[in-house]
């Protein structure tokens, strides 16, 4: 997983310098894993540092994530772009 978030970071004009964790939830399903973060980063062609929010929802069975759901704030992307 680390691998996949790395490469697509990787391949975008932004540089990512730290994720931060806010929180975990339970959920009534005990394979599905609910997750805030905070994307802190530079975009070097402007020089400008942003902070975006998201969220993860990640389906794990058997000790295997089975599928994950990504969300960022759109519009902190966005502006972190202008």
């Given at each position: 997983m680390r691998a996949g978030y790395k490469a697509a970071w990787g391949a975008?004009?932004?540089?990512?310098?730290e994720v931060r964790r806010?929180?975990?939830?339970?959920?009534?399903?005990?394979?599905v894993i609910i997750?805030?973060?905070?994307?802190?980063?530079?975009?070097?062609?402007?020089?400008?540092?942003?902070?975006?929010p998201?969220?993860?929802i990640l389906h794990v069975r058997n000790?295997?994530?089975?599928?994950v759901r990504d969300y960022m704030d759109g519009l902190g992307v966005?502006?972190?772009r202008k």
């Open positions: 975008s004009p932004v540089q990512v310098n806010v929180a975990a939830y339970e959920t009534a399903n005990p394979e997750a805030e973060h905070v994307v802190v980063g530079t975009l070097p062609a402007k020089a400008t540092t942003f902070t975006v998201g969220l993860l000790g295997l994530i089975t599928r966005a502006s972190a």
